[in-house]
């Protein structure tokens, strides 16, 4: 019985790369990937997941309106498997389609992604993918100071933390970091008394 599944972690935790390796494993058992990337990641090129460590694919580019599960209905009988990189920029109408695509093709949709912004705020795909998908899972990775990472730490060009601005910006290490709350907290705390 296929399921939905949400593999999620913080900037920095190997996400496309488990996406990209769990892609290639599908594909060495002669199993057939339709790997897609929201239109809104445009960080590595119109059509490429790419990871940190270098591993890299095509992908098919969904927009935010496109219904996904049309989009299926027109490869159906050539997927086995759809593996989903930066799901937390799907709608949660999207992320409703990925779960049909389950329930009535008997098809698994692996999702990879963020939980939340760097306001510590859910994204919407990621949400709806925390309150239906069948299988939840942290792919973890650490702060600076030995602690299990949660928080996505958007960064200005000094370093500062900002906590403030629009939910989506595009980047990686020249934007932000990981960090486990404590230390988001009292790096916040710092820079808060600093400033009076």
């Not at 599908?26 to 940190?52: C, F």
Request: glycine fraction near 6%; hydrophobic fraction near 35%; include cysteine.
């Amino acid at each position: 019985m296929a399921k939905l599944y949400f593999k999620y972690g913080v900037m920095g935790s190997s996400k496309t790369a488990q996406a990209l390796i769990t892609k290639f494993n599908y594909e060495e058992r002669g199993m057939r990937v339709w790997l897609i990337k929201p239109k809104t990641d445009d960080r590595d090129g119109d059509n490429l997941v790419k990871s940190r460590i270098g591993l890299s694919c095509p992908a098919y580019i969904l927009p935010l309106n496109e219904n996904v599960y049309d989009s299926f209905l027109e490869l159906s009988d050539q997927v086995d498997v759809v593996i989903v990189d930066e799901c937390q920029f799907l709608s949660e109408d999207q992320i409703d389609q990925l779960a049909e695509i389950v329930i009535f093709h008997d098809i698994p949709v692996l999702c990879f992604g963020l939980r939340t912004d760097f306001r510590t705020k859910m994204f919407p795909g990621s949400m709806r993918l925390l309150e239906i998908a069948d299988s939840i899972t942290e792919i973890k990775t650490i702060c600076s100071c030995g602690k299990k990472a949660t928080v996505n730490v958007r960064l200005d060009q000094n370093g500062i933390i900002l906590t403030e601005g629009e939910q989506v910006l595009i980047g990686g290490n020249d934007k932000y970091t990981a960090m486990c709350y404590q230390c988001f907290t009292i790096k916040k705390r710092e820079q808060r008394e600093k400033k009076m």
